[in-house]
């Protein structure tokens, strides 16, 4: 169950198909409930079996025939995984699977971080009421609720009062590409001449507030004006208009053409354009998992992020990229530090990429880790200890 299949909208849309696509070259079946109208053309385009119950307009949005078709279909199929909260997809779900009594699982996917609560406490009153009455029951019942990293599962318990929730720590990641970064890579600067020979740093996700890229062009300017350097590329759903912004600043500082806006990149471009960039960066002020982390790590790109990617950890430790605070001060060490590598401090951080992605990220151990704990979830499962009763 996932509110819907479409690109733009981010992780967990593609960690459901690639945790799904994994599934099924296991011997499972996977079919995906949404609220997807049945004409949006990502619903064609999905490579797993979609039932659109849409459309459902808005966050919120109710639809009725969501839950009834749930309601109907759940007890043909061994297990119900629901991808996110928030809207009507996990409540919907919950109403549908109650009259069952199928048993589900859910993944968050960082949708319980109280960064939330902190920047837009507004919108935060509203989600209190909603999870009052609604998503508080979801994450109750679940059989397990997922998280895809430990940060996020210290993060979830701090939004909401009467939480409780069964936890259960998972493997999460992405496939690598299927072929050769050397290969991508000359593709892609073959279809882009306007990046010649030059090196880049790419920022690869939706152009918008939370991601820091205002933080980023900021450093970049205060890293490279007036000094040889590599060209800053973005790539991704320019969702909030700031794409015209960003580059009006770095005209401004006197970077025109160093920062390159390419829209939003998919399958072999996108891998191009991950594996022949020198780093990856994302100061995001908040990131579940990041997806796109993993990928570049695939690709032995290095991740320039802050310790707001809840992975953070993993790639210190790893020694797979760099790690700062998500403020400007923080991304402006983020890129000097980067800057000042030489070629052979670089050239290491690629390998230890590589080696922490297949250590730690590769969508195929995910996969089969899933498969396993739903498989060992036949009986119920005991309640967390260290939750209080209630």
């Known amino acids: 169950m996932i509110r819907t299949v479409d690109p733009r909208f981010g992780g967990p849309v593609e960690g459901l198909k690639q945790l ?3 599934l ?11 609220l997807d109208g049945p004409t949006d053309s990502w619903v064609a385009e999905y490579p797993l079996k979609v039932h659109p119950l849409g459309p459902g ?14 309601g109907a279909r759940a007890l043909d199929y061994d297990w119900v995984v629901i991808h996110g909260i928030w809207t009507y997809a996990s409540y919907g779900a919950w109403k549908g699977l109650k ?15 109280p960064w939330f609560k902190r920047n837009y406490p507004l919108k935060h009153l509203k989600k209190a009421l909603y999870w009052t009455f609604c998503e508080s029951k979801v994450i109750r019942d679940a059989t397990a609720v997922l998280f895809t990293c430990e940060e996020e599962r210290r993060l979830a318990r701090e939004s909401f009062k009467n939480y409780q929730a069964n936890e259960v720590v998972v493997k999460y990641g ?64 320019d969702q909030q208009g700031m794409m015209s912004a960003l580059l009006e600043k770095a005209k401004v ?19 191009g354009a991950l594996a022949g960039a020198e780093a990856f960066v994302l100061p995001s ?12 790590l695939a690709c032995g790109t290095p ?69 396993e704990l739903l498989e060992g979830l036949g009986a119920p499962v005991p309640k967390n200890p260290n939750l209080e009763p209630g």
Not at 57 to 70: D, H, L, Q, S, V
Not at 174 to 184: A, D, I, V, Y
């Open 20 to 22: 799904g696509l994994v």
């Open 24 to 34: 099924t070259s296991l011997g499972h079946t996977i079919e995906v409930a949404t």
């Open 57 to 70: 307009k808005g966050m919120y949005a109710r639809n009725t025939e969501f839950p009834r078709w749930i």
């Open 99 to 113: 009259k069952s009594g199928k048993r589900y699982v859910l993944f968050t996917h960082g949708m319980l971080d």
């Open 174 to 237: 992405t496939p690598g590409p299927e072929e050769s970064p050397e290969t991508l890579s000359e593709r892609f600067r073959a279809q882009n001449p306007d990046l010649g020979a030059d090196p880049y740093i790419i920022f690869l996700g939706r152009i918008h507030e939370k991601k820091g890229c205002d933080l980023l062009v900021n450093a970049f300017v205060q890293a490279y004006r007036g000094k040889p350097g590599p060209k800053l590329v973005f790539a991704g759903p």
């Open 253 to 271: 500082s006197g970077l025109e053409g160093t920062v390159i806006y390419k829209g939003m990149l998919k399958g072999v471009d996108k891998w």
């Open 285 to 296: 002020h908040q990131e579940n998992f990041g997806i796109a982390v993993a990928e570049a």
């Open 303 to 371: 991740a320039l992020i802050s310790d707001q990617v809840n992975i953070w950890r993993e790639i210190k430790e790893s020694g797979a990229g760099l790690v700062e605070k998500d403020d400007q001060e923080g991304t402006d060490r983020l890129i000097a530090r980067w800057r000042d590598l030489d070629p052979v401090e670089k050239a290491a951080m690629r390998r230890k990429a590589r080696a922490c992605f297949e250590a730690k990220f590769d969508i195929h151990e995910a996969g089969r880790y899933l498969a």
